[in-house]
């Protein structure tokens, strides 16, 4: 599917106002969900269900993805540019696999998460100041963007972590947010994004590229409740 456009509908759908009919104030969001405490070991087990729903569509993701980091050595290699503090969940997904070198070969596929494949740090570095230098240059989402690390990207859009606080969904601690025709929150959680991922992968329609519209967003839904239904 044309990721553009469901980008669009997505962040249309994520700003939709929430006012009541015939009220001028914008009402308060609803509560979502609870979000689980962040676990390591199940972000790990998610990523290897992910990996093997790749492999068994006959996608070859396994070569090119590159070994785990140490916590020194990840922090070494990103405190040159990323001012805030590396998350937990940050650390465990670069632990899990050091990112995925690019790769032309025929038999290779990108380990993406929907359509952003994963980098590297040195990619996430020179993806960041790409952000930076045009989403980040509006002062609107300079203070967000400037302290999120962008672990994924395609062509000029990025799935992002905000580091420290955040007040794009103050609902949520650490939701992932994706940079692209806007700034909007996609997933509750970095699990939660990776287990909507499986699941569109894993799905009998998907065929390399994507869902058809509908069912992806159902199974989007049922990961993220509230997400596209503001």
Not at 43 to 59: D, I, N, Q, V
Not at 122 to 127: F, G, I, L, R, V
Not at 143 to 157: H, I, M, Q, T, V
Request: hydrophobic fraction near 35%.
């Amino acid at each position: 599917m044309n990721r553009r456009t469901f980008s669009l509908t997505a962040s249309a759908l994520a700003a939709a106002p929430l006012a009541a009919c015939g009220d001028k104030k914008r009402a308060d969001p609803p509560p979502l969900p609870p979000v689980p405490e962040f676990s390591a070991e199940r972000l790990h087990t998610g990523l290897e269900a992910l990996r093997l729903a790749y492999e068994a569509k006959g996608f070859n993701v396994s070569e090119t993805l590159q070994p785990g980091l140490s916590d020194d050595e990840f922090n070494n290699r990103c405190s040159s540019w990323l001012a805030a503090p590396l998350p937990k969940e940050m650390l465990a997904l670069y632990a899990w696999r050091g990112g995925q070198q690019i790769s032309k070969a025929p038999k290779d596929f990108p380990f993406s998460f929907r359509d952003c494949a994963f980098s590297t740090p040195d990619e996430a570095k020179a993806e960041y100041i790409r952000m930076m230098s045009t989403y980040g240059a509006n002062p609107g989402d300079s203070e967000l963007l400037r302290n999120c690390f962008p672990f994924a990207a395609f062509n000029g859009g990025w799935l992002v972590m905000p580091c420290g606080n955040q007040s794009l969904e103050p609902r949520l601690q650490r939701p992932i947010i994706s940079v692209m025709q806007g700034v909007a929150v996609h997933y509750h959680s970095i699990e939660r994004m990776v287990a909507t991922v499986t699941d569109c992968v894993s799905h009998p329609k998907h065929d390399g590229h994507g869902l058809p519209s509908d069912i992806e967003l159902d199974l989007w839904r049922r990961h993220n409740p509230g997400i596209f239904q503001r």
